[in-house]
């Protein structure tokens, strides 16, 4: 054996110390993904790891020492008039984030310091009015080298990790189509995966593969049937339309995907929940008179979906709200865990629903394990055992005479971030656990493409009575809250005053430690195990509030988070987010910034230096 062998060696084994001293994944591959979370010292995936957990072992802040987190720095996003609902992803001692009009940016994770920054320049104008809810991104995907980036407008894009530069370029969808792209996108055995949003449009629900390394799309999955004259797609989609009536593809139908997605690589199985039908109404959608409409379930709007991640084949479904009318979307995070249910161990997946129920289901099978409500109920009188459909108030089927229905159309969970944590066995999750909406078909709808197409008469005064509530009792003055929720016994542990069903969310850390982002702009810190408040700072942005993340480098840990709305820009340069927006102007509105927190920090400078 050579000298020269030998020190090659020597090189290799060299760079794998430094790698495992610094905690730095090396190259982000299936493989490490399937690990991603493990470490805790970097965020890879939306969820933190494949499950969606939320979960860092990371400890150390601890409930004794977390009193002392401190702002590190901060750096400004650009105010361009939108939410930061994104989780940053840290990889390689960067941060990297996606904000108002998928302006996506590169940042030092020890100082702030921009790396780089790339602006899809996106036609705001003709965009904006295909904006359901906020010019809003809710995440990227990391995979080897590249940051894959959903742009509003319907293009997916791959960047260079180091330069920003654009790799490869794909179409998803079209915003002429009605169709806007703000989830995160998830990776599964070297493919992107992707729904694109627009179900307050009616549009047809689908989501996507592609080949992470081209682009090249692989399969797609269309979430409600077409034109029954022309061939299914797939056989699930032959199945679905027997749960239709009438001529609902001129309407689209709904079931949109656009945020809870998780992946188990062991069975190989990837989870997708579809949003509301649409329009909402069943009648304006599936129409026909009863009997004609009975057992039509309209197969696979506000679904929790399991397909194949090479083909896009169903395994199996389940769907919390069949027939839906209530803009129930089941897109809220879809979180994986491993749980022992009546002494047996059970691989789930749960979701804390807009419906106001939480839902444990067996992820190999879909079977129904478990749902209570966690918020003031009365669209349903409750699940049925065994097999979790929900027995229906009979006034809730509304016509054209409204009435008042709870949750609202907001939901009781929507796109705030939920956790899990092992150690204490709970969901952590913010909710909207007493809000009502009122519901009655517009007499006078007409679909026209290109507009909203709810089909609701708004403002429409409740003339019948309203159903019985279930779910926990009223609390004074409480309607939006953190919930602590044992997904065994279906039970809430604790509470705290702070919460709503969008924006902000939770983190759970292996410190004993809750983190939660509340919509009005502060930061706070529990006991994960009994929910004592154990530290709470404003952040003065106020609005527009992203989910925490952590991460660990140069042996710190660091808390961050985004937040801000800021306000639109009156010049173009600023509109195209080419430049932080440091102006007098911009900043009399709270501008909008990625936050990062640690211990007995002495650099509160920001981070533009
Ligand atoms: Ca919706």
């Not at 977390?66 to 941060?95: C, K, M």
């Not at 656009?258 to 599936?286: C, F, H, K």
């Not at 850390?509 to 939660?516: E, R």
Request: hydrophobic residues 40%; neutral net charge; proline residues 7%.
């Amino acid at each position: 054996m050579s000298v020269r062998r030998f020190a090659v060696i020597g090189v290799i084994a060299g760079g794998l110390l430094a790698c495992l001293a610094s905690a730095q994944t090396p190259v982000v591959d299936d493989a490490a993904l399937r690990h991603a979370g493990a470490g805790g010292a970097e965020w890879l995936t939306n969820g933190l790891d494949l499950a969606e957990t939320r979960y860092s072992p990371l400890k150390h802040i601890t409930t004794a020492n977390v009193d002392r987190l401190r702002l590190g720095w901060a750096y400004e996003l650009a105010s361009s008039g939108g939410g930061q609902l994104a989780t940053p992803l840290v990889w390689n001692g960067t941060i990297y984030g996606i904000t108002n009009w998928s302006v996506v940016f590169a940042v030092d994770a020890r100082t702030g310091k921009e790396r780089w920054r790339w602006d899809p320049e996106v036609n705001q104008t003709a965009v904006r009015p295909k904006v359901c809810c906020g010019v809003v991104n809710r995440g990227m995907a990391l995979y080897k080298n590249m940051i894959i980036a959903p742009i509003i407008d319907g293009r997916l894009d791959a960047l260079d990790a180091d330069t920003g530069k654009v790799v490869w370029e794909t179409r998803v969808a079209f915003p002429q189509d009605d169709y806007t792209l703000t989830m995160a996108p998830r990776i599964a055995k070297g493919k992107v995966v992707i729904g694109a949003s627009g179900g307050e449009y009616a549009v047809r629900g689908f989501f996507d593969a592609y080949d992470a390394m081209t682009g090249r799309r692989a399969w797609r999955f269309y979430t409600v049937p077409g034109d029954p004259g022309k061939p299914f797609e797939n056989p699930a989609l032959k199945k679905a339309a027997a749960t239709w009536s009438g001529d609902w593809w001129k309407r689209g139908g709904g079931a949109t995907v656009w945020d809870g997605m998780a992946y188990d690589p062991e069975l190989d199985l990837i989870y997708v929940g579809t949003g509301n039908g649409a329009p909402w109404p069943q009648s304006l959608r599936s129409p026909g008179a009863k009997p004609e409409r009975e057992n039509k379930d309209n197969l696979y709007v506000c679904s929790i979906l399991a397909v194949r991640p090479d083909t896009g084949a169903m395994v199996w479904y389940f769907q919390p709200v069949p027939g839906d009318s209530w803009d129930f979307d089941s897109t809220q995070q879809l979180t994986l865990a491993n749980l022992t249910i009546n002494g047996k161990p059970r691989k789930v997946i749960m979701q804390a629903s807009k419906n106001g129920f939480f839902y444990v289901l067996d992820r190999l099978t879909g079977a129904f394990i478990s749902g209570q409500p966690f918020a003031r109920v009365t669209w349903a009188k409750g699940l049925e055992p065994g097999t979790g459909r929900p027995i229906v108030n009979p006034e809730a089927e509304y016509g054209r005479d409204a009435v008042e229905l709870f949750p609202n159309q907001v939901g009781a969970h929507a796109s705030s971030t939920m956790s899990f944590n092992p150690n204490t066995g709970l969901v952590y999750f913010t909710a909207t656990i007493d809000g009502g909406s009122n519901y009655a078909v517009n007499p006078d709808f007409t679909y026209q493409p290109g507009r909203h197409n709810e089909g609701l008469a708004r403002g429409a005064t409740p003339t019948r009575p309203r159903p019985p509530a279930i779910g926990p009792p009223a609390v004074d003055g409480q309607r939006t809250v953190l919930l602590a929720w044992d997904p065994v016994t279906q039970t809430e542990r604790w509470r705290a005053p702070a919460g709503g069903a969008r924006f902000g969310g939770t983190l759970t850390t292996a410190g004993n430690l809750v983190f939660q982002v509340v919509p009005d702009g502060r930061f706070i810190a529990y006991d994960a195990g009994n929910g004592k408040k154990l530290f709470e700072l404003q952040t003065e942005t106020h609005t527009g509030m992203g989910p925490p993340i952590t991460y660990l480098v140069d042996g710190k840990q660091y808390v961050a988070f985004m937040g801000g709305v800021g306000q639109p820009p009156t010049s173009t340069a600023a509109g195209r987010g080419s430049s932080p927006a440091t102006s007098p102007s911009s900043t009399a509105v709270s501008s909008p910034k990625l936050f990062s927190f640690v211990l007995d920090s002495n650099n509160a400078s920001g981070g533009r230096e």
